[in-house]
């Protein structure tokens, strides 16, 4: 028999950002935010907070990590700051898809620094979900013919040398 989870971000709030993600009709998480895209407390089901975020730093479990990214932004390396211990490393294609992650959700920031969800494997950027499989989003640009011809390409299909403001 199969199971089928049907798994999908809450949606979205009044300034377009992510409030949480909900699994066969059961929210699991939630997040608040300071500013637009910034989260900065994970909440799990039952309203307790799993994690606090300031700056480049989480704090989970009682230690403090130091998330070190690249010049995307995109979440490298997770180090426990009292003892030097890389607790989670992550690599990425250069679309931005997951190769290698040594703890899957330990933080759920990924590439680019958007929200990684390790179930659908999509990155939320605000109202938007990125697709690093077929390097497309989920969902039109908002600034729509503005940003170019191709309403879901990522960076102009040159995710090296550009940049998605969205």
């Not at 907070?49 to 070190?68: C, E, P, R, S």
């Not at 180090?79 to 040594?102: A, C, L, P």
């Given at each position: 028999m199969i199971i089928l989870h049907l798994c999908h971000?809450?949606?979205i709030d009044g300034q377009n950002?992510?409030?949480g993600k909900r699994v066969d009709d059961r929210i699991i998480k939630r997040w608040v935010y300071s500013g637009q895209l910034t989260p900065t407390a994970e909440f799990d089901s039952t309203g307790?907070?799993?994690?606090?975020?300031?700056?480049?730093?989480?704090?989970?479990?009682?230690?403090?990590?130091?998330?070190?990214?690249?010049?995307?932004g995109s979440v490298r390396?997770?180090?426990?700051?009292?003892?030097?211990?890389?607790?989670?490393?992550?690599?990425?294609?250069?679309?931005?898809?997951?190769?290698?992650?040594?703890?899957?959700?330990f933080t759920p920031f990924a590439y680019a620094c958007g929200l990684y969800d390790s179930q659908t494997k999509l990155v939320r950027f605000g109202a938007r979900d990125y697709d690093a499989s077929v390097g497309r989003w989920t969902s039109k640009d908002p600034v729509g013919f503005e940003a170019g011809d191709n309403l879901y390409d990522y960076c102009k299909n040159d995710p090296i040398n550009w940049i998605d403001p969205t």
């Open positions: 971000f809450i949606g950002r992510n409030p307790n907070v799993v994690a606090q975020f300031v700056g480049n730093y989480m704090i989970k479990n009682g230690n403090t990590y130091q998330l070190i990214a690249d010049h995307l390396l997770v180090v426990n700051i009292s003892t030097g211990e890389v607790v989670q490393r992550v690599d990425y294609d250069e679309y931005g898809s997951v190769i290698y992650d040594s703890k899957p959700d």
